[in-house]
């Protein structure tokens, strides 16, 4: 039987197994919300446009159109997404009888140190995946694996970032 006691605001105390931080889950719901939530909206849009719903002749146009619906659709999921994640975090906490810690979205200077490694790590992704999408445009493939390799590799950063932040999180960084 594991038994420790972190003094760490972010960490639950551990009696017998492993509990998520409230972090972790926020990070975790993060990682799930990004991938169903692109998912779901690259099946619409290439059933849109299987169906011949955009006009094909200009593709720039097509990948602007396409690009901007999806960032406000995306933004008002994952505010809403995270609503509900702080309403059952409260829930279950107040069920389990703990006090509800109205103090969980405070960043303090542990919270600082792990974005910053996160984000330049995230920004070296990015934009690894930003030189392979210009390296596949050399190729005289079509435009569109430019536009789509970016999508994947915005997802891959993201789901990345995420992963690390619940990692860094975990080793105590």
């Known amino acids: ?11 639950v105390e551990v009696k017998g197994g492993n509990k998520m931080s409230y972090q972790e889950k ?17 099946v619409v849009m290439y059933q849109k446009y299987l169906n011949g719903a955009f006009d094909t002749t200009n593709i720039f146009r097509l990948w602007a159109i396409i690009i901007l619906i999806f960032i406000p659709i995306s933004v008002i999921s994952r505010i809403i997404i ?33 974005e910053m490694k996160v984000s330049k790590i995230s920004m070296m992704v990015f934009a690894l995946g930003f030189i392979i999408a210009l390296a596949i445009q050399l ?3 079509s435009n569109h694996s430019f536009f789509i390799i970016m999508v994947i590799s915005g997802l891959i950063t993201e789901v990345l970032s995420e992963t690390l932040s619940i990692i860094y999180y975990r080793k105590g960084v």
Request: charged share 25%.
């Open 139 to 141: 190729f005289d493939v």
């Open 82 to 114: 995270m609503i509900i994640f702080h309403i059952l975090e409260s829930v279950v906490q107040t069920a389990k009888g703990e006090e509800v810690d109205l103090e969980m979205d405070i960043v303090d200077e542990r919270d600082k140190l792990i």
């Open 26 to 42: 926020k990070s975790l719901t993060n990682i799930i919300s990004s991938i169903v939530i692109t998912s779901i909206y690259a």
């Open 1 to 11: 039987m594991i038994h420790c006691r972190y003094t760490l605001r972010h960490q």
